[in-house]
């Protein structure tokens, strides 16, 4: 049976009683010959806060709490600003203002966004350049990770007029 408190509504004394949910509602704790009023307990409501699920546009990733938030952020080595104790807020008191309303969630965790950057990094590490001088003669693909920087290659005469570029997988 859950607990529930009981308050009168004349002289403000609140009792703490087991009933069923079922008769949570019937009058049946009396104070002053009046029925005492039902109360939302005050120790259910501490610390809830309600939250729907939402899409981050700026992190890429569906939000499922705020637990699942500060572990997205903390992955992604993102700080939030604004109120430090709701975070950031949409409150805007400019007419002018267009504030966007929360997107639905779209699936995406972060588990995908992290798998997205792992890809990158490896298309990064992939990145293959050739270059064409003015005579037309094309040089070898070279990564680019191994290619000499930009400085070293004026200064051994090496003046390209095109770049093609392709990844490979």
Same mark, same amino acid.
């Given at each position: ?19 069923? @949910? ?11 010959? +009046?029925?005492?009023? *039902? /109360?939302? %307990? ?42 430090? @104790? ?11 203002? +267009?504030?966007?309303? *929360? /997107?639905? %969630? ?64």
């Amino acid at each position: 049976m859950p607990r529930y408190d009981f308050t009168c509504v004349i002289c403000g004394s609140t009792r703490d009683e087991s009933v069923f @949910v079922e008769d949570r509602d019937k009058p049946m704790f009396f104070c002053h010959d +009046v029925a005492m009023k *039902r /109360e939302f %307990p005050f120790d259910a409501a501490r610390g809830f806060f309600p939250f729907e699920s939402y899409h981050d546009p700026s992190l890429g990733v569906d939000i499922n709490g705020p637990g699942e938030k500060a572990e997205i952020l903390r992955a992604m080595g993102v700080h939030e600003t604004g109120d430090p @104790v709701r975070g950031a807020r949409n409150f805007e008191t400019s007419k002018e203002a +267009v504030t966007l309303d *929360r /997107e639905p %969630p779209t699936g995406r965790r972060l588990s995908d966004h992290q798998r997205d950057v792992e890809q990158g990094m490896k298309e990064k590490a992939n990145f293959m350049l050739q270059t064409e001088d003015k005579d037309g003669k094309v040089s070898d693909p070279v990564r680019a990770q191994d290619m000499q920087s930009p400085s070293s290659a004026v200064k051994s005469g090496f003046s390209p007029t095109r770049t093609t570029m392709k990844v490979q997988s």
